[in-house]
């Protein structure tokens, strides 16, 4: 029996659901919407302090490859425990199909944190970024296995003149050469590949070096201790992203003080 590719299912599913968006909010009515919004908050600029690691913590209810993570899943709960932990910013798993995910939680994160928001998702087109800025992300995550040179640059653009900081996110040397042809100011190296689903924190220690000095580097996926975090703090890492590990923890907020150190 071949392995199945968990992305191709996952990608099949969001191009449906985009097509379904767009009828229910047309992009022109976006732009009207967006037009009249209050300033993002400042993602990037969150995560670059010298000599310290930051934290991106996730919002993630499921995945593919674990099932539920968190069966008493309470955004209010989650939001505070976040914020009382000093996470510096918060990602929004918004996939629905196969995360169990919902743009509106978005929103309702930032009403109840003050940290800026990543929206995490499988973003394809223009609509997304509209979208992304009208419920409410102050960050996108584009992934450079799904998208072109010329998309990237597009999707960049348009985030740029929505005022959306934006991730970039590589798990191979031929995705990071890509990335870097774009002189993107932060990359993401995921450790997980998306298609089988396993995750190899090596995948970091191949890709950290090629990487120029002066870029926002953040790393995702596998990290589950302390010495994970001291690892990439020593490395040079900016941040880090890091979601089942509190999703699966009885007290979330302890669990974000033993992993990060604080």
């Given at each position: 029996m071949p392995k199945i590719d968990a992305l191709k299912e996952i990608i099949a599913k969001k191009k449906e659901k985009i097509l379904l968006a767009k009828q229910a909010m047309p992009e022109e009515q976006l732009k009207i919407i967006i037009a009249g919004l209050p300033p993002t908050r400042p993602f990037l600029e969150t995560l670059s302090?010298?000599?310290?690691?930051?934290?991106?913590?996730?919002?993630?209810?499921?995945?593919p490859s674990r099932g539920v993570i968190r069966q008493d899943f309470s955004l209010p709960?989650?939001?505070?425990?976040?914020?009382?932990?000093g996470a510096q910013a918060i990602s929004v798993v918004t996939e629905e199909d196969y995360f169990s995910g919902n743009i509106s939680?978005?929103?309702?994160?930032?009403n109840l944190a003050a940290a800026p928001v990543l929206r995490k998702d499988f973003i394809l087109e223009a609509y997304q970024i509209f979208e992304s800025r009208y419920f409410g992300a102050d960050a996108v995550l584009l992934i450079a296995d799904l998208l072109t040179k010329d998309k990237l640059q597009e999707l960049t653009r348009i985030a740029d003149s929505l005022g959306l900081d934006y991730l970039v996110e590589v798990h191979d040397e031929k995705e990071l050469k890509k990335v870097l042809s774009l002189e993107l100011p932060a990359i993401g190296i995921n450790n997980r590949n998306?298609?089988?689903?396993?995750?190899?924190?090596?995948?970091?220690?191949?890709?950290?070096?090629?990487?120029p000095k002066g870029k926002i580097v953040v790393v995702e996926s596998g990290i589950k201790s302390h010495q994970d975090v001291l690892f990439l703090k020593v490395l040079g890492v900016n941040a880090v992203l890091i979601g089942e590990a509190f999703m699966s923890a009885p007290d979330i907020r302890s669990k974000v003080e033993e992993i990060m150190g604080w």
């Open positions: 302090r010298p000599r310290q690691i930051c934290l991106i913590a996730e919002v993630k209810k499921s995945s709960e989650i939001a505070r425990a976040y914020s009382e932990a939680y978005i929103k309702e994160i930032k998306l298609h089988t689903l396993e995750a190899d924190f090596k995948i970091t220690e191949k890709l950290f070096p090629l990487i």
